[in-house]
């Protein structure tokens, strides 16, 4: 479903990814691991097209990405959670999620309903302000508002940072019940335990390169790599 080829990115002059190739194929689960400054969130940007790669290819389906514009990329059914959720803080749950709806109105069966069942509180606070909830109710809501444009793919940019416990709970099962759609994810994640219990392969990125590729619970039990690559 997605390959990326050799992508090189930068901003100015200063070079993150260097030679960057991996694949996710439809229905999979794959994690993007490594520290901060690993280059894990130019990926998903590259792959999204807020970021232009200076060389390299991006292809969904066939249909090359780099060079096409967010919105463009959006259509054709990618969905991106960025790190710092990016949700209007002035606009209630609703308006968020109604918003994104029509920004890309793509074909599906996610829609209000199916978002307020995988995550029960954006119903309960339906009326509330963005800026009134909490960073995990806030990561829940930019999810929901990136399944209501009906993704094939789903991009997840370090989903359980920051969270408490019951919350990164509730994220392992929103993930697998996402994935139970028939949706693909990539995420990007530091949280080793979390990307393990979600994920049935990984890439271990270590200064803007893939250091390690295998099954998730194959990275678990590498010590050399958790320890080069993943340890804080």
């Not at 930019?142 to 709970?169: C, F, H, M, Y």
């Not at 219990?197 to 619970?217: F, L, N, P, Q, S």
């Amino acid at each position: 479903m997605l390959t990326l080829e050799d992508v090189e990115s930068a901003y100015g002059r200063s070079l993150v990814l260097r030679g960057v190739s991996l694949s996710v194929e439809a229905g999979e689960v794959v994690c993007l691991l490594g520290r901060n400054g690993a280059g894990k969130t130019t990926t998903l940007r590259s792959i999204v097209g807020l970021v232009r790669p200076r060389s390299g290819h991006i292809t969904f389906d066939g249909t090359e990405l780099v060079g096409r514009s967010p919105h463009r990329i959006a259509r054709l059914g990618l969905s991106y959670v960025p790190d710092d959720r990016r949700i209007f803080a002035e606009l209630t749950v609703e308006e968020n999620l109604r918003l994104a709806r029509r920004t890309v109105n793509r074909p599906g069966d996610w829609d209000l309903e199916r978002v307020y069942h995988l995550f029960p509180v954006l119903e309960q606070y339906r009326r509330r302000g963005g800026a009134e909830l909490s960073g995990g109710e806030q990561k829940m809501l930019a999810t929901g508002r990136a399944l209501i444009q009906n993704p094939r793919l789903l991009l997840l940019d370090e989903a359980s940072e920051g969270l408490a416990p019951k919350i990164v709970q509730q994220f392992v099962q929103a993930v697998r019940e996402i994935s139970a759609t028939g949706i693909a994810v990539l995420l990007a994640d530091q949280n080793l335990k979390f990307a393990r219990r979600v994920a049935g392969r990984g890439y271990v990125m270590g200064k803007g390169t893939i250091e390690h590729a295998d099954d998730m619970y194959a990275i678990w039990a590498n010590e050399e790599v958790v320890r080069r690559y993943l340890s804080v």
